[in-house]
T-cell receptor, first 108, second 113 residues
Framework: KNEVEQSPQNLTAQEGEFITINCSYS?????LHWLQQHPGGGIVSLFM???GKKKHGRLIATINIQEKHSSLHITASHPRDSAVYIC??????????FGPGTRLSVLP | DSGVTQTPKHLITATGQRVTLRCSPR?????VYWYQQSLDQGLQFLIQ???????AKGNILERFSAQQFPDLHSELNLSSLELGDSALYFC????????????FGQGTRLTVV
C-alpha cells in the first residue's frame, strides 16, 4: 500500500464544472502540500496545509488530520486548469512523500 | 516564476558519463531538496540540505551525490550514468526546515543515450 494515495487517477471535466481531487495518507505528517505540474513539466506549489482549509482564487484545499485525508477543489474549472495535481506530505523526518498524481483535463 | 533556478534545462549525455545539475534557491531560503521524476516512478525524494548540511536522505543511489555551498546553491552530481537515470530532476527550496512553503524549480530534463 502506498503511503500517499490519490483519487481519481484521471479526470476529464467540462469547463465550468466543480472538481474534487482526493488525497489520503497513512503516515504521520507535519504538513501536506498540493502541487500542480503543467504539461511542460514545471511544478507549482498551490497550497501547504497543516490544518483546516485554505483558498486561493478558484482553488480550495482542506485537510482532516484525524482522518488523514485532504481534498483539492477547483470551482468553475477552465481548460487552463488542465494539469497533473500531486499531493505531497512531509513526514516528521521532513521527507516529502508524493502521491501518484491526478491527471485533470478540462474540455472547453 | 518561483525564484528557484535550475540549470541546465536540458541535458543529453551518454551512458557511463558524469553530469552536474545546479540549483539556486529562492532568496532567503536555506533548505534545498532534490527530486527525481521518471516516467514510471513519479516524484521521488532524493536528498535535502539545510544551510550547507545534509538534513535528510531519500532514495538516492550511491552513484549520485549532492552538496550545498556557502552561497546556498546546490549541485547534484550523477555519475556512471545508466539509461534508467533518464528523468526530470527537480529542486525545491524552503525557508526553514519545518512547515514552510516549498518552491520548485523548472527542472532539468536528463536524457542518457
Amino acid at each position: 500500500k502506498n503511503e500517499v494515495e490519490q483519487s481519481p487517477q484521471n479526470l476529464t471535466a467540462q469547463e465550468g464544472e466543480f472538481i474534487t481531487i482526493n488525497c489520503s495518507y497513512s503516515v504521520g505528517i507535519s504538513a501536506l502540500h498540493w502541487l500542480q505540474q503543467h504539461p511542460g513539466g514545471g511544478i507549482v506549489s498551490l497550497f501547504m496545509l497543516s490544518s483546516g482549509k485554505k483558498k486561493h482564487g478558484r482553488l480550495i484545499a482542506t485537510i482532516n488530520i484525524q482522518e488523514k485525508h485532504s481534498s483539492l477543489h477547483i470551482t468553475a474549472s477552465h481548460p487552463r486548469d488542465s494539469a497533473v495535481y500531486i499531493c505531497a506530505v512531509r513526514d516528521y523526518g521532513q521527507n516529502f512523500v508524493f502521491g501518484p498524481g491526478t491527471r485533470l483535463s478540462v474540455l472547453p | 516564476d518561483s525564484g528557484v533556478t535550475q540549470t541546465p534545462k536540458h541535458l543529453i549525455t551518454a551512458t557511463g558519463q558524469r553530469v552536474t545539475l545546479r540549483c539556486s534557491p529562492r532568496s532567503g531560503d536555506l533548505s534545498v531538496y532534490w527530486y527525481q521524476q521518471s516516467l514510471d516512478q513519479g516524484l521521488q525524494f532524493l536528498i535535502q540540505y539545510y544551510n550547507g548540511e545534509e538534513r535528510a536522505k531519500g532514495n538516492i543511489l550511491e552513484r549520485f551525490s549532492a552538496q550545498q555551498f556557502p552561497d546556498l546553491h546546490s549541485e547534484l552530481n550523477l555519475s556512471s550514468l545508466e539509461l534508467g537515470d533518464s528523468a526530470l530532476y527537480f529542486c525545491a527550496s524552503t525557508q526553514g526546515v519545518t512547515n514552510t512553503e516549498a518552491f520548485f524549480g523548472q527542472g532539468t530534463r536528463l536524457t542518457v543515450v
